[in-house]
């Protein structure tokens, strides 16, 4: 019994297993080893790499990425400045005051002058002109949720990190000398790697 336990492991472990690691995943999509990699004072540019927001769980003590997609909508920037991300917020609300003062020096303008009456209107700069804004306050309002949820994401890693514990858990199969001289023999079994 105990050999057929054996080449049914040995089996499983030739078909791909014995290169796979098991991890402890935590609800954010990391690993101990995104963990390791992840130090405090990165910036946004350094640690969005090791994130995927699709895999963003909230915990206690996160900011509402929700909530902080309303504030950009309605004044732009302001997400990314309450997630602390400066330069993205000056960047998106010098757009938006950039673009909206395009679109008014185009909706305002002269455009017939007949017997003395002047008409206002917009010009054929206008509508291609809000299109513009509406893109702005979408990419703005979709970065700013996006954002919000990476850096949740790497602050939840640094609290782990700080009262956490790492448990790898790795199989491996190997061939090892057997009491004949020149004979090996198929061994299988389990590596446990703890860190605290």
Not at 20 to 35: F, N, R, V
Not at 94 to 120: F, R
Request: positive net charge; aromatic residues 12%.
């Amino acid at each position: 019994m105990k050999k057929l336990l054996f080449l049914a492991f040995a089996l499983l472990c030739s078909l791909g297993l014995a290169s796979a690691q098991i991890h402890i995943s935590y609800p954010s999509g990391t690993s101990t080893d995104t963990m390791s990699q992840v130090h405090p004072g990165m910036k946004y540019k350094e640690y969005k790499q090791f994130y995927n927001p699709r895999f963003y769980v909230p915990e206690v003590g996160d900011d509402n990425p929700a909530w902080i997609g309303v504030a950009s909508f309605f004044v732009p920037g302001l997400g990314q400045a309450i997630t602390g991300h400066w330069g993205r917020a000056a960047a998106f609300f010098g757009g938006e005051v950039a673009i909206s003062m395009l679109i008014l020096s185009q909706c305002y303008q002269e455009v017939s002058y007949t017997k003395g009456t002047v008409t206002y209107g917009m010009t054929k700069y206008a509508i291609p002109l809000i299109i513009a804004d509406a893109a702005l306050v979408i990419w703005n309002v979709v970065d700013a949720v996006r954002v919000a949820k990476i850096t949740n994401m790497y602050y939840q890693d640094l609290r782990r990190q700080r009262n956490g514990l790492a448990l790898n858990l790795d199989p491996y199969f190997t061939l090892m000398p057997d009491s004949t001289p020149g004979t090996l023999r198929p061994t299988a079994g389990l590596s446990l790697r703890l860190s605290f």
